[in-house]
């Protein structure tokens, strides 16, 4: 079970894992996400978004950064091997311009780092459902773009790369060519994912513009199925739960600096247990 | 054995680990009774014609006839009358609230005047169990022949461990769903290992899986697969929805999103189902604060302020909005909490969570001291805020005792608040 057919770097610390989850493949719909475990004795769960899936072949997709233990374990791990555990697909799918009763009309599609990955299924359901996408990508230097390819066969001439050095597309910030697109005025609706203080400035960005923006979180979850309330956050005043209200919202509403002080709950705790799985890698 | 002499026989103490040691570790707390103790205790049973205990169990086992086994020091005899009617007495003997249920309505505890001296049914049902367990000498249950029915349970928890075992020994094709990798439920995420041992949780597993009963971890009824397909497409005939409680409810009180801030469910499963009180071995974090506070008064308080306890805090409150003879949790709970050191403050709630300015609770809460109001005819008594109380101490964690939508809500409008 959960057995991963293939695995590639990315990046440096950004992999694609291809893993069989016949039930999963078969229900999930582009915005949901899985739980996952490296090790079902001392594990702990954590949540990532399904990049893609094969109905055909069983399978679903994901992409991650080595940003914890549980990360780095996965990162591992190679073709052949199992996932320990694997729960889904969770949370709801996302609402889709043109499928959703209202009429399609232009799309802006933010990416920040690997937030491209979840948003690859997002963009191709948009551009079926009959919208024009723009797809805009950041990433602090060109060698950390992933499915730099994939998008532009969705977008087109519209895809616009930015990176912080240059070395890639403009220098700069994600808001700058979004701000330029709303001012320009043809813009219905955006969607951001990425790290959240990109998605936070991102919803600035939008904000006087009246443009719907909506964000996808990535809180710190345990159970995914609404049990633990650990990936509460506030949007518009009301205590919300990411598993099962999200993990999409309206940008504007998400209350952020709670959002990015209870995404910190456990540094030290995460750092140390990171530290410490990397060590043991060594002797591995 | 006149009911005289019955009646002089003095109530047997479960043997239990010293307050002071268990209050910093995790083996159990009760320690069982002996053999000797098992059948003192069980000979207390007056054998009343009428049976009335057994209208307070749910699952009405035959008490008296069990007890009367072993009475004669038939334990196995007293185990096979038992698992007629329940396949999980290890588990029940230790978490089932018995002064609430069979021993309510104890002849003994009446004649007594005092459901603290009826017969201790749900500790003799304990040590049947785990002497059987403990010496391999558990016999297969039988099961009828196969219906060529399919059942769906959905959930792992105690309902649905005692749903499969019933619908397995009638006879049934069985398959279990549970969205956690591990099954047993509250069993495993939520009752602490001091006081319901894991491997006792997976030996009942086990037992249900020798019935033929299948079990699907990691499978979310619902999202992993719809319950119409479950019916429709893989020929389930029938399907038993387990799946406890839900969401928590928070109070909707101001900071209770700050960090340190927990619903009971989250706190109790970082610690309990990811290991995180096994300190070093587990990648799950815990939130170790020093001075915690637990809102609520039942089971799952008590479990989350002796856990708190465990994982190093120096100080724990409890605060209940109602008094002591209100609250849900049983009462050897109630008990251990106490001798714990557990600091009870009832007649109090909280008013809201104090941020220390960087997203986590700062070490002071403020609080309000209800005011006892008449009970309104049904369930148990409201409270209103009247008046403030002295300050004590501070805290800079708080473990929430989740509340479920069925209790009665209350208000909070206090005329003054204090701090603690």
Redesign the interface.
């Known amino acids: 079970m959960n057995r991963i057919i293939s695995k590639s770097r990315l990046s440096d610390n950004v992999y694609k894992m291809q893993i069989e989850a016949p039930?999963?493949a078969q229900?999930r719909k582009a915005g949901q996400f899985v739980i996952l475990?490296a090790?079902?004795?001392?594990?702990?769960?954590i949540p990532l978004t399904i990049a893609d899936a094969d109905v055909e072949k069983g399978t679903i997709t994901v992409i991650f950064q080595t940003v914890g233990?549980?990360t780095t374990k996965l990162s591992r791990l190679e073709p052949g091997d199992s996932i320990?555990?694997?729960?889904?697909?969770?949370g709801r799918p996302t609402s889709i311009r043109g499928e959703n009763g209202e009429k399609p009309g232009h799309v802006v599609c933010v990416g920040g780092g690997i937030g491209v990955a979840p948003m690859h299924p997002i963009a191709q359901a948009l551009k079926a459902a009959g919208n024009k996408v723009t797809i805009i990508m950041g990433a602090r230097n060109e060698s950390l773009f992933v499915m730099k390819d994939e998008m532009a066969a969705i977008a087109g001439e519209n895809l616009i790369l930015m990176t912080d050095d240059g070395s890639s597309g403009r220098k700069g910030l994600v808001t700058e060519p979004l701000k330029e697109l709303c001012e320009a005025g043809a813009v219905d609706e955006v969607i951001a994912i990425g790290p959240p203080i990109m998605m936070k400035f991102c919803a600035l960005a939008t904000k006087p513009y009246g443009v719907k923006t909506t964000v996808s979180l990535n809180t710190i979850m345990?159970?995914?199925?609404?049990?633990?309330?650990?990936c509460?956050?506030?949007v518009g005043g009301k205590?919300k739960?990411v598993c099962?209200d999200g993990p999409e919202f309206d940008g504007h509403e998400v209350d952020w600096?709670?959002m990015l002080?209870?995404m910190?709950?456990?540094k030290p705790?995460?750092q140390a247990?990171k530290e410490h799985?990397c060590k043991a890698g060594i002797f591995k | 054995m006149t009911p005289k002499e019955k009646m002089a026989i003095p109530p047997q103490a479960m043997p239990q680990q010293d307050a002071a040691a268990r209050a910093h570790n995790m083996n159990e707390v009760a320690l069982g009774y002996t053999a000797e103790m098992a059948k003192t205790e069980a000979s207390r049973c007056l054998q009343c014609p009428t049976k009335p205990c057994m209208q307070g169990c749910p699952v009405a086992i035959n008490i008296p006839g069990f007890l009367a086994k072993a009475a004669d020091g038939d334990f196995a005899g007293a185990l096979d009358i038992i698992k007629e009617t329940s396949l999980l007495p290890a588990v029940c003997g230790r978490v089932c609230p018995q002064e609430k249920q069979c021993q309510k309505f104890c002849t003994m505890g009446k004649l007594l005047k005092d459901v603290d001296k009826a017969v201790a049914i749900g500790r003799v049902e304990r040590f049947c169990a785990d002497l059987a367990r403990e010496t391999g000498a558990e016999k297969p249950v039988a099961c009828a022949p196969k219906t060529g029915k399919k059942v769906a349970i959905v959930g792992s928890g105690p309902a649905s461990i005692t749903c499969a075992a019933d619908c397995a020994k009638a006879g049934h094709d069985v398959t279990v769903f549970e969205?956690?990798?591990?099954c047993g439920g509250v069993l495993v995420y939520g009752i602490p290992e001091f006081r319901l041992p894991k491997a006792i949780v997976r030996h009942e597993i086990e037992s249900i899986k020798q019935l033929g009963v299948k079990i699907e971890?990691?499978?979310?009824v619902g999202?992993?697969?719809?319950l119409k397909d479950l019916i429709e497409k893989d020929g389930f005939d029938a399907v038993f929805v387990g799946t406890g409680a839900?969401?928590?409810k928070?109070m909707?009180i101001e900071g209770?999103?700050l960090?340190?801030v927990?619903?009971a469910?989250?706190y109790l499963?970082?610690a309990n189902l990811?290991?995180a009180y096994?300190e070093g071995?587990?990648?799950?974090?815990?939130?170790h604060g020093k001075k915690v506070a637990v809102l609520g008064g039942g089971n799952v308080a008590m479990d989350a302020s002796r856990m708190a306890l465990r994982l190093g805090a120096e100080k724990v409150y409890l605060v209940y909005r109602r008094s002591e003879a209100e609250m849900p949790a049983r009462k050897e709970e109630v008990e251990h909490a106490k001798e714990e050191g557990v600091e009870f403050h009832m007649l109090e709630n909280a008013k809201r969570v104090l941020s220390d300015g960087?997203?986590?609770v700062r070490n002071r809460g403020q609080r309000i001291r209800p005011r006892r109001r008449h009970s309104c005819g049904r369930g148990r008594q409201r409270v209103e805020p009247a008046y403030p109380d002295d300050d004590r101490g501070a805290r800079d964690q708080q473990a929430r005792k989740?509340r479920r939508r069925s209790r009665d809500e209350y208000d909070i409008n206090p005329r003054r608040i204090r701090r603690w």
Do not use: Y
């Not at chain 1, 320990?84 to 969770?90: D, I, Q, R």
């Not at chain 1, 345990?222 to 650990?230: L, Q, S, V, Y």
């Not at chain 2, 999202?223 to 719809?226: G, Q, S």
């Open positions: 039930l999963v229900e475990m090790d079902d004795e001392f594990g702990e769960r233990a549980t320990a555990a694997l729960l889904g697909p969770l345990i159970d995914g199925t609404g049990m633990c309330g650990g509460r956050v506030s205590t739960f099962v600096d709670q002080s209870r910190g709950a456990f705790q995460e247990a799985v | 969205a956690f990798h591990r971890p990691n499978f979310v999202r992993t697969r719809k839900g969401l928590p928070f909707n209770e999103n960090n340190g927990f619903s469910n989250e499963t970082r990811m290991k096994l071995s587990a990648d799950t974090p815990f939130w960087k997203g986590a989740h």
